[in-house]
């Protein structure tokens, strides 16, 4: 069973410039999770998807940050027009639909740079 | 707001030693789940253990257990008998039993040296 995939694994982009991640959860998960880790600090949670719906998207730092799950399957996080606090990395995770047993099973994440 | 505290940004332990890895939280909830995640260098993230808070016996995977106080609000990781491949970042989160995402601490980067 192929794990939770992102793409791309780094980005190095321009102050300004657009940025979007993919995440690919294991197939059948209908949870996926955004989460962001800033350099040294914490992985903090962005949003939480069950389907295409978002459930919670408390996390989400400002208007520059775009999540969308069409039709179920993968997600896309589109950062625009992306700042230097921006850098960090990203990582996807997925569980299935019962989410009081689950676990979250992370990708490898998408490394960012903003300069 | 939960929060999660691992204190120790490093450790260092030889190989076939014993390790523990600090980890407190703090919440006001009383249904909750503690978890252990490593991400070895360069590759995912992946769970190591999980304690319902509701379960008083401490989880135990094979070389890794876990000292889990509930009053103290207290949740270590014990690494048995360590090899090379435990080397890796070890992230500790708390989940709400309401809620599904994650609270992580900062990470404590394990080294395993011969």
């Known amino acids: 069973e192929a794990g939770v995939t992102q793409f791309p694994s780094h980005s190095v982009i321009e102050k300004g410039q657009t940025v979007t991640l993919r995440c690919d959860p294991i197939s059948g998960h209908d949870n996926l999770y955004w989460y962001r880790r800033v350099m040294g600090k914490e992985i903090k949670f962005l949003l939480h998807f069950v389907k295409e719906s978002k459930q919670d998207e408390s996390g989400m730092p400002n208007n520059r940050f775009l999540a969308e799950r069409t039709g179920g399957t993968y997600s896309t996080l589109k950062v625009q027009p992306a700042e230097l606090e921006d850098s960090g990395v990203y990582f996807c995770?997925?569980?299935?639909?019962?989410?009081?047993?689950?676990?979250?099973?992370f990708g490898p994440g998408t490394r960012l740079l903003v300069l | 707001a939960q929060t999660v505290t691992q204190s120790q940004p490093e450790m260092s332990v030889q190989e076939a030693e014993t390790v523990t890895l600090s980890c407190t939280y703090d919440?006001?909830?009383?249904?909750?789940?503690l978890f252990w995640y490593k991400q070895p260098p360069s590759r995912q993230m992946i769970l190591v253990i999980r304690q319902e808070a509701y379960k008083q016996q401490n989880a135990t995977e094979n070389r890794f257990s876990v000292n889990f106080q509930k009053a103290a609000k207290s949740f270590s990781l014990k690494i048995s008998d360590s090899q090379l491949g435990d080397a890796a970042m070890y992230f500790c989160a708390y989940r709400s039993g309401t809620a599904s995402k994650l609270t992580f601490g900062t990470g404590t980067r394990l080294q395993v040296t011969l």
């Open positions: 995770a997925s569980s299935q639909v019962d989410w009081n047993q689950e676990t979250q099973y």
């Open positions: 919440t006001s909830e009383s249904d909750y789940y």
